[in-house]
């Protein structure tokens, strides 16, 4: 999973303009570093800390107080899934944001945003949103929210935050025309792009095969092998359906019409992404149909996000809100076993399989707790970008990013003119 910092990186350096190549990869690296600080002082004890109540953790900061519920292993799995929500932001707010403002927010997102919201969903202490069941419900029945590797803790989460700074920051100079056209503003490289769409696609297979968190014990083994099986296959028919709808709209529009290598491989990594929350608990067949809707999800929001003239270099909304939406609202329709009734001890199923009032129920609170981690995301985001472009740093000047963040802002380009010549 760590190793998926190194698609990210590739990705969005190959989609950016050669004179910010050092400036993406720069915050790509930090993401890894600045976060790994920040998880260890503050963000696995809000996430994780014992004891703590409904909506944080208070324990183990800096590693202290550690008891039997804290393990090594468990705070690197952790460290590297919070890298990876904070990683998503970068791509949507290329190019022109300032390099300190990024820091500060990265540095806020890995050490209280997201912990905030896997505590909820992940910790053994129940959210305040399903302690409320005993008020919503006339019969409480114990069930919680389904997000086996992360559709909405990780990826909606970082997706949320993507979209409240592409539209604070709003759209790089020249992207949309006066007439308010869309003007493409390519990568400098799509090889180096693709390259880091490889890495990601296989780096998934570990993001939710390795969200069991165990393989010793019985049963393991074929829920891990499920699990990858699923992601490939979600991530197949995600890239297939986002690759001819792409080509199939512009030729009905009556426009040039290619096969797009980039949209196939978001496209795929929408897919991948709608797999987080259920992978373990689904037929492969489920798998088709959940990253074929994650396609068409990813190219809506694709679209969406042009119509409304909001900026996202990496269509890294689209691929993580759009993908992380579809997979948190279609896992407990499709899953298998699901949740366990604390009445009857019994799988209660999702609605295909398990068709009971109870699927219904389970899937309320996955929509429940996909509206709660985008409110609190966009709400903390708004705050926290808004000051910043109130007091006038969230973004660099105009010379500034018309002559690129490299030089300015780390005095190494990517590709310095001096190397190609000794004139």
Not at 73 to 81: E, I, K, T
Not at 111 to 137: D, M, N, R
Not at 325 to 352: D, N, R, Y
Request: aromatic content about 12%; glycine content about 12%; charged content about 10%.
């Amino acid at each position: 999973v760590s190793v998926m910092q190194t698609g990210f990186a590739f990705l969005e350096a190959g989609s950016v303009r050669s004179k910010n190549t050092t400036n993406i990869i720069m915050k790509n690296v930090l993401d890894l570093f600045i976060g790994a600080i920040m998880y260890f002082a503050i963000g696995y004890s809000f996430a994780y800390g014992k004891p703590g109540n409904a909506f944080i953790g208070h324990n183990y900061f800096f590693a202290t107080n550690m008891d039997e519920n804290f393990t090594y292993a468990g705070w690197f799995f952790q460290y590297v899934f919070a890298a990876t929500a904070s990683t998503i932001v970068s791509g949507a707010m290329a190019e022109r944001t300032e390099f300190t403002t990024y820091m500060v927010y990265f540095t806020f997102l890995t050490g209280f945003v997201y912990p905030v919201v896997a505590h909820w969903c992940w910790s053994e202490s129940p959210c305040v949103l399903f302690k409320l069941q005993k008020y919503i419900l006339v019969k409480p029945h114990g069930l919680s929210y389904i997000d086996y590797a992360g559709s909405g803790v990780v990826h909606l989460t970082g997706g949320s935050a993507a979209l409240v700074g592409a539209i604070a920051l709003g759209p790089r100079i020249g992207r949309f025309k006066p007439d308010g056209t869309v003007n493409d503003l390519p990568g400098h490289t799509v090889t180096v792009a693709a390259l880091g769409g490889f890495i990601l696609f296989v780096g998934f297979m570990a993001f939710n095969g390795g969200s069991q968190l165990s393989i010793s014990n019985p049963g393991d083994g074929n829920v891990v092998a499920l699990s990858v099986m699923n992601t490939v296959l979600g991530g197949a028919s995600g890239a297939i359906v986002a690759m001819l709808v792409y080509k199939t709209t512009d030729a009905i529009r009556g426009e040039d019409h290619y096969w797009s290598l980039l949209i196939t491989i978001n496209g795929g990594l929408a897919g991948m992404v709608s797999m987080c929350a259920g992978c373990n608990d689904m037929l492969p067949w489920a798998a088709v149909v959940i990253g074929t809707i994650a396609g068409l999800a990813f190219m809506g929001w694709h679209h969406l996000m042009l119509f409304c003239k909001i900026d996202d270099p990496l269509d890294a909304v689209a691929v993580h809100l759009g993908g992380g939406l579809a997979g948190v609202l279609l896992a407990p329709i499709f899953v298998m076993k699901g949740l366990t009734s604390p009445e009857t001890q019994q799988h209660v199923g999702g609605i295909i399989y398990g068709g009971n009032y109870l699927a219904f129920q389970s899937f309320g609170w996955n929509l429940l707790g996909a509206v709660a981690i985008i409110g609190w995301t966009v709400a903390i985001s708004t705050l926290l970008f808004g000051s910043m472009k109130l007091l006038g740093v969230l973004r660099v000047s105009e010379a500034d990013e018309l002559r690129g963040l490299d030089e300015i802002k780390h005095g190494e380009p990517a590709y310095p003119i001096k190397s190609y010549s000794d004139q």
